[in-house]
């Protein structure tokens, strides 16, 4: 008996959704999932900043289908113009971010926006939050106001539960000037509303019209190709780098106290974990490997449907069909049977994995690459013995694995549909702000607030006052952002590794066929992918066979797969691929 | 409730027809409900003021819930509410599809599985969970010592105001994989354990931790019963000889039973609801085999992907069993003498 | 109408037990052994998992990193969560916003609750099965967000909060409960008040109600907890932080600590872990329900009601 006084909100209470990896197909996050498959380490260097990316991007009906490649997406994507403004200490390599180990003196920082932008209008922007967002009218929103030139009004919505905002928003005649959508919520019938509901930029932004706005002109046209919906270039991205996000993380002090050696192979990890595993000491080995195994496997990505699909030798074959799939499963089903995982993470929403990994419960788990910095510095204080590191992604048979691109964006800001020219370039004079890359004026204000009032200077290094922690929201960062960099000047050693991993990642990187693209799958398909993120979990769990697996694939086929093949097979001849 | 059966007339009615007391009450409502002798003018002048006052009730659920529900419809088209303007003229857009939601729900073997679940864990709930806050109730009404009492009392509803995550993490850090027990165990030369992974265990899991949650809170309702059950009625029962036994069955459970009879009707009426944040968070950990029920199939296969029309027609189909449910549930009662939630 | 004969005498120190009724046998050892077992355990399955939750919130992110998890005992004790979690004043101000829309609801849906209860209790009254299947069906057919946010939002009720109230206001279930204890009351009272000439109003004030106090004290207790933890509608009606009730508050401040943090905050962060926000977030979140509890436990006493009905 469950007396529920006020009982219309428990039923329409959202729970926390389970966890989503990059092998799952479009389902929501909830924040863990959310945290667990960010990408974006840009963003680690703005306080509280969210970082985010790689998952999600599911599609559905529309009344425009398809995507836009080739000839078509050349005269909509906006010409590229390289900032110059600062120059990177590591350059960007195979797809790397840029590296940026030094901060700058705020004397020495530079203009990349030559005057304000903003026609002095009110603009609302409405974005997900996580965390308290700042009162409205504070001296930081003002700030920023005064800089870019207009009146920015922020409803910062909780980001757990704004996929039903979104969806109740969006279905409503009272939309915000600006709204921001991340991937992981464009599920459903969210990627026909975005087409109906938004507006085209391509007559501000489409060729060489984004000189107006250098900072945008900057951002790399992979990530702009990512934001043509339905046929227009409708988003502001948030680039992130195609590198694989998902970087298996080892407890360096411990491994060099006990000579382990870094597996090089699937069999080697296996004997290792054996090795570490002493459950009576409460320690184990790993956690859930899952994602770890798909690249080390080299199985074409999950995180976003029209990535896992790939030609070869003139077929498309996804994901699901091929043997690297069955054998990543296989394999993470012997971790989890030979009890080297941590109990615990068979649920995958108890407790967090990185606290286990700091707690030496566990002493490998895969996470997004931003978590090194974070951990790093968290435990700093800690335990000054604390050192972890990311270990080079073996591969499966030893040697290099082959690894695949995930999406270069995954978060977008859109204008209202119908929005005034005045209000549309007082959002894109918004992006152009906050999209200035690290060194500049515009970098600073956005990210550590007005100095003084939000962060000093203590050793060279910004850092922010308890009026900053409060009032600096990283959500302008979601209506545009610049190319992905890493920036954490307090460890630049840690910045350097983090980059250099990305680059040694990134040589072994390749794009599959529909890399890039954002695809609106015909809605009748658009849930056969639904139950295979479960299926996957129950195999490597050891609750279904794997050739349970087959059959559901074999399923997939005869509902629909073999059709929505020769769809993707029409859609990639008549449109080229964006791979390069 | 035996008032009913032996109160004289309906003074209501007395008051407005001007007439004298019927004598028989059964008769007299009877009468007055069907064979219309009392116009229906008469009667609602008569009952003005208890119509009157039950209108904000009503209006508010006309409102708030009536209006809404309109929105149901859309289970018989293929919605989608951005094709409009706003999601109600989008309603006139959408292609009317008859009942083929319906048959996506029936012929999808997932949502029988569900229901079977579902009804798996109603009945392990209905025999394992219903009876213990009456236990409960009646344990912490024979503590005479008032500080024991109010402090037993004010323990065991706590749990209700803890989230299911909690709940959940308490019990993973007690009885999980790694937890207090299996580590103990494996300590003194032991195997583990791990109780909350087992798909075969679980609905026994989530039965336990339901009635850990939410028992303590469910005690509050009855101890209301118990409040007034008249004391002259046990010294009574006791100079008659009965024994403490006898008295709770004779005295404290009838006073208990109008109560007991309208929750578990309710309780039967939302068989189909056996909780949906609790076994969402838990399907990993022992799989949609064992997790899955009606509200969270639902999530799964509808909702999450806004598939609302799909959604609609599960919510139908749940709502038209929910009621024939606890109609039967109420006629059943009434069939054992009971009240229920409402006499026919 | 007296509440005067308490059977129970009131005890002459705290823990002495009142006197046991004469017609009442002492209890048998056994049996006094079995119930103080059963009791006792029932309470160590609450307190023991509440022990865990308050350590963990008073522990320091060192003590948090070394367990992994909760802790179970405790070592530095440090109050830094709640620190974190009270200073900047949005706390305060949102449990302000959260004992206004409480009270307000409550006392509102109590209001419509009792009067819709009677308005159904009196048997054979016109249109009450009706009324009721009406009320009754709203329980098993519930509407998606997106028509009651529809809804909502054409009534103009967006960014107030009348949103957290009405469309709330009424529980169904809340509703029946009422009903049934009402019915209970002994219906010659209510016979000869009529006689004397009152109302159904004045019936329902001066015979029903004072009978009926401890399922209203239910009743109340039910419709403010439901009040008091509500956080959905919040979260999509209201867009301004300064409006957000406390339980909204309380799950920002847990979230925000599970961010990874960049350089500010993690300087800042010390030895602040986010596991003890979040623990500390529960605890906050109980410590009203338990002042609470004294207030409505005493409308439970046995017998309490017995009294005044003989009066």
């Known amino acids: 008996m469950t007396p529920n006084a006020v009982s219309t909100d428990s039923r329409r209470t959202a729970p926390n959704r389970s966890d989503s990896a990059p092998g799952g197909s479009d389902s929501g996050q909830s924040r863990r999932g959310f945290l667990a498959s960010t990408t974006a380490v840009a963003l680690a260097v703005a306080g509280g900043a969210p970082l985010l990316a790689a998952c999600g991007g599911g599609a559905d009906s529309g009344k425009k289908d398809g995507t836009t490649t080739g000839k078509d997406a050349a005269k909509l994507l906006p010409a590229f113009v390289t900032s110059t403004v600062v120059a990177p200490d590591i350059a960007p390599k195979n797809g790397s971010a840029a590296g940026f180990t030094r901060a700058i003196a705020s004397a020495e920082l530079k203009a990349s926006v030559a005057e304000k932008r903003g026609k002095g209008g009110a603009l609302t922007i409405m974005a997900p939050f996580w965390g308290p967002p700042p009162a409205p009218d504070n001296p930081y929103y003002k700030a920023m106001n005064e800089a870019i030139g207009l009146r920015a009004t922020w409803q910062n919505q909780d980001g757990n539960v704004y996929d039903q905002k979104l969806g109740a928003v969006l279905a409503s005649s009272e939309i915000p000037d600006v709204v921001v959508v991340p991937g992981w919520n464009l599920g459903g019938k969210i990627p026909s509303a975005v087409n ?354 087959q059959q559901a694939v074999s399923e997939w086929k005869t509902k629909g797969g073999d059709q929505l093949r020769d769809w993707y097979k029409k859609l990639l001849d008549t449109t080229g691929s964006a791979a390069g | 409730m035996s008032t009913l059966d032996t109160e004289k007339a309906d003074p209501a009615a007395r008051a407005a027809t001007g007439r004298p007391p019927r004598g028989d009450r059964r ?117 005479l010592r008032p500080r024991v009492r109010a402090f037993v009392q004010a323990v065991l509803y706590l749990p209700h105001f803890f989230s299911w995550v909690l709940v959940i993490t308490v019990f993973q850090q007690i009885l999980g994989g790694a937890g207090i027990i299996a580590q103990t165990l494996r300590q003194h030369g032991h195997e583990g354990f791990d109780l909350m992974t087992d ?61 007991i009879a309208l929750l578990l009707v309710l309780r039967v009426g939302d068989a189909l609801t056996v909780g949906f944040e609790q076994l969402l968070l838990q399907r990993d950990a022992v799989g949609p085999g064992a997790a899955e029920v009606l509200d969270t199939f639902v999530w799964w296969t509808g909702l999450r ?11 139908l189909v749940k709502g038209v069993v929910g009621l024939v449910l606890v109609l039967s549930a109420n006629k059943i009662a009434h069939l054992m003498g009971e009240q229920g939630v409402y006499r026919k | 109408m007296t509440r005067a004969t308490e059977t129970t005498p009131r005890p002459t120190s705290w823990w002495a037990a009142p006197a046991r009724p004469v017609w009442e046998e002492p209890p048998g050892r056994t049996g006094l052994a079995a119930k103080g077992a059963v009791l006792v355990l029932a309470c160590l399955a609450v307190l023991v998992p509440l022990w865990i939750v308050v350590v963990t919130s008073l522990s320091s992110k060192k003590t948090i990193t070394e367990t992994g998890g909760l802790v179970v005992v405790p070592r530095d004790i440090t109050f830094i969560a709640y620190q974190e979690l009270l200073s900047g004043g949005q706390v305060t101000r949102a449990a302000v916003v959260s004992v206004l829309v409480t009270v307000t609801g409550t006392l509102f849906s109590m209001a419509v609750s009792i009067l819709g209860a009677y308005g159904l209790s009196r048997p054979g009254s016109v249109g009450h099965r009706f009324i009721l299947l009406t009320l009754m069906a709203t329980m098993f057919f519930g509407a998606g967000l997106i028509p009651t946010y529809l809804l909502v939002q054409t009534l103009g009720l967006t960014d107030s909060y009348l949103a957290l109230i009405l ?61 008091w933890s509500a956080w959905f509608n919040a979260s999509i009606y209201l867009s301004d932080q300064n409006m957000m009730p406390l339980q909204n508050v309380l799950i920002q401040l847990a979230q925000k600590q599970e961010i990874p943090v960049g350089l ?48």
């Open chain 1, 196 to 549: 109906a509901k938004f507006e085209d930029l391509g007559p501000y932004l489409s060729g060489d019209k984004v000189k107006a706005y250098p900072n945008l002109a900057a951002i790399p046209t992979d990530a702009w190709q990512r934001s043509i919906f339905g046929g227009k270039l409708r988003g502001l991205p948030m680039p992130a780098s195609y590198v694989t996000n998902i970087a298996p993380f080892y407890r360096k002090d411990l491994f060099d106290a006990k000579g382990w050696q870094l597996p090089k192979s699937a069999d080697e990890f296996l004997a290792l974990a054996k090795e570490i595993t002493s459950a009576r000491a409460k320690v184990w080995a790993c956690g859930d490997m899952t994602w770890t195994a798909y690249n080390m496997f080299g199985v074409y990505p999950g995180s976003d449907k029209a990535l896992g699909w790939h030609l070869v030798d003139g077929k498309l074959v996804n994901r699901i069909e091929t043997p690297e799939y069955l054998e990543a499963l296989e394999w993470t089903r012997k971790l989890y049977a030979a009890g080297v995982v941590h109990p615990d993470e068979k649920t995958q929403n108890q407790g967090d994995t990185s606290l286990r990994f700091t707690a030496g419960q566990c002493l490998v788990y895969n996470n997004d690459l931003s978590h090194w910095y974070a951990k790093t510095s968290e435990q700093a204080a800690q335990n000054p013995k604390f050192a972890m590191a990311a270990m080079d992604i073996p591969g499966h048979a030893g040697g290099a694995p082959k690894l695949w691109a995930t999406n270069p964006a995954n978060i977008w800001a859109f204008v209202k549909k119908g929005s005034s020219k005045a209000v549309i370039e007082d959002a894109l004079a918004v992006a152009d702000f906050t999209a200035a890359p690290y060194g500049t004026k515009e970098r600073m204000l956005t990210d550590y607030g007005v100095e003084g009032v939000h962060h000093t200077f203590k050793d060279g290094l910004p850092v922010k006052t308890d009026q900053g922690n409060q009032e600096v929201s990283s959500s302008w960062l979601f209506v545009a952002s610049p190319a992905p960099y890493v920036a954490h000047p307090d460890t630049p050693e840690v910045t350097r590794a983090m980059v250099e991993w990305q680059q040694r990642m990134g040589a072994l990187t390749s794009k599959t066929s529909f890399y890039g693209m954002t695809i609106t799958e015909p809605s009748q398909w658009t849930g056969l992918m639904n139950d295979f993120e479960q299926l996957e979990k129950d195999i490597v769990r050891g609750r279904r066979k794997v050739s349970d697996m």
């Open chain 2, 27 to 143: 008769r007299d409502r009877h009468r007055s409900r069907t064979d219309g002798r009392v116009p229906l003018g008469r009667r609602l002048r008569r009952d003005r003021m208890l119509l009157l006052m039950t209108a904000p009730v009503l209006a508010l659920v006309v409102v708030f819930n009536y209006v809404p529900i309109l929105g149901n419809v859309v289970a018989f088209q293929d919605y989608d509410p951005y094709v409009s303007t706003n999601g109600i003229t989008a309603i006139f857009q959408s292609p009317w599809v008859g009942l083929a939601q319906f048959e996506r729900v029936f012929s999808d073997p997932g949502f029988w599985h569900a229901v079977e679940n579902t009804l798996v864990l109603f009945l392990l709930q209905l025999v394992l969970f219903f009876p213990v806050p009456i236990a409960l109730a009646l344990l912490v009404n024979s503590v």
């Open chain 2, 199 to 259: 798909p075969e265990i679980f609905k026994f899991l989530v039965t336990a931790e339901g009635i850990w949650k939410d028992a303590g809170w469910g005690v509050i309702v009855f101890l209301a019963a118990l409040a007034a059950v008249n004391q002259d009625l046990y010294e009574a029962a006791a100079m008659d000889g009965a024994n403490r036994w006898r008295r709770m069955w004779h005295v404290t459970l009838p006073a208990l039973r109008p109560v």
């Open chain 2, 305 to 315: 992907s806004q598939d609302f029309s799909y959604a609609a027609a599960a919510g």
């Open chain 3, 167 to 227: 469309p709330s206001a009424v529980s169904v279930f809340n509703i029946l409960v009422l009903r049934g204890f009402f019915m209970n009351v002994s219906q010659e009272l209510v016979d000869s008040a009529r006689i004397d000439g009152a109302g159904d109003l004045r019936i329902l004030w001066q015979i029903v109600m004072p009978l009926s106090r401890a399922v209203i004290a239910v009743i109340t207790l039910f419709y403010a907890v439901g009040y």
């Open chain 3, 264 to 311: 500010g905050q993690a300087v800042r962060a010390g030895n602040l872990s986010g596991l003890a926000v979040q623990m500390a977030v529960m605890v906050l979140a109980l410590l009203p329900v338990a002042v609470l509890s004294p207030f409505v436990q005493k409308h439970f006493k046995k017998g309490m009601l017995t009294g005044a009905v003989k009066g």
